[in-house]
């Protein structure tokens, strides 16, 4: 089990959702991470030692290099994404259920 | 009581359904009308829109600010693509976070369902990761109010300022 508060100080940070978004297509080396997101790579070697510290990439020695893939626990917080989304849209329609209501008492 | 799905359709989709107890068109002008949308589209408690350009006509302008009176703030702009009153909405949008992230699709339907609408909102990404970075942007307004409990705790990155 991944540590839930490292997990969550983990996805404060943009560039570190950024990197699991990229992560999900597939296994990824740091040069590749690198690039996209304009950094260095001793700076995206930072982000990825906070995310595997936090249980949410594995990664695999493979010559020199050490390519990164989305933990399993990863793949819950993706899920969980989606339950916060879901959250905060009821939020607005739960509104827009009393300016409905409002538009009806107007008639 | 969940009367809304939310779900990932195929590697590109986000499928919400949602169900009012009121007639279509009072849905779809919720939808069109600025004074309406700046009562409801405002994500966490202490968000406000204060600028909100809809102008609803193919080829129309949107334009959504949104702020939470103490800094911080995003802004959405797009194009309607297709209107048909009062049954569906077409445009595309992106958020400015600031960089304009790739362009959402959405199509949105407003269909009779009893005495009430049954509003369908079917989002197209590009990718199967700008779908992921949108859903992680979703949560990152979900846990506002977590932040704001954890925010000693929290890295106090300049990132997450600009």
């Known amino acids: ?107 | 009581m969940s009367k809304m799905t939310l779900k990932t359709e195929g590697d590109t989709h986000v499928v919400v359904t949602r169900h009012f107890a009121a007639a279509p068109e009072a849905v779809y002008r919720a939808h069109t009308e600025p004074a309406l949308i700046q009562k409801w589209l405002l994500g966490p408690d202490g968000w406000t829109m204060p600028v909100c350009i809809n102008e609803a006509r193919p080829g129309g302008k949107i334009r959504y600010e949104w702020t939470n009176g103490e800094g911080a703030g995003f802004y959405v702009t797009g194009e309607f693509l297709e209107l048909v009153p009062f049954s569906r909405l077409v445009h595309v949008e992106r958020m400015h976070m600031p960089d304009a992230t790739p362009d959402n699709h959405v199509e949105t339907t407003f269909a009779p369902d009893g005495t009430g609408t049954l509003m369908t909102m079917r989002m197209t990404l590009p990718d199967a990761a700008t779908r992921a970075a949108m859903l992680s942007t979703g949560m990152e307004h979900g846990m506002e109010a977590s932040y704001v409990r954890l925010e000693t705790t929290l890295d106090a990155s300049p990132a997450l300022n600009h």
């Open chain 1, 1 to 107: 089990m991944p540590n839930l508060d490292a997990a969550f100080s983990a996805l404060a940070d943009p560039t570190r959702r950024a990197i699991l978004a990229r992560l999900a297509l597939g296994e990824t080396t740091v040069m590749e991470l690198a690039e996209p997101f304009e950094m260095t790579q001793p700076a995206i070697s930072r982000h990825l030692k906070v995310l595997e510290g936090a249980g949410l990439i594995l990664r695999r020695v493979e010559g020199t290099k050490r390519p990164c893939r989305l933990a399993p626990a990863a793949v819950n917080e993706i899920d969980q994404w989606l339950a916060m989304l879901r959250q905060a849209l009821s939020a607005n329609y739960n509104r827009l259920d009393d300016v409905l209501a409002a538009m009806k008492t107007e008639e």
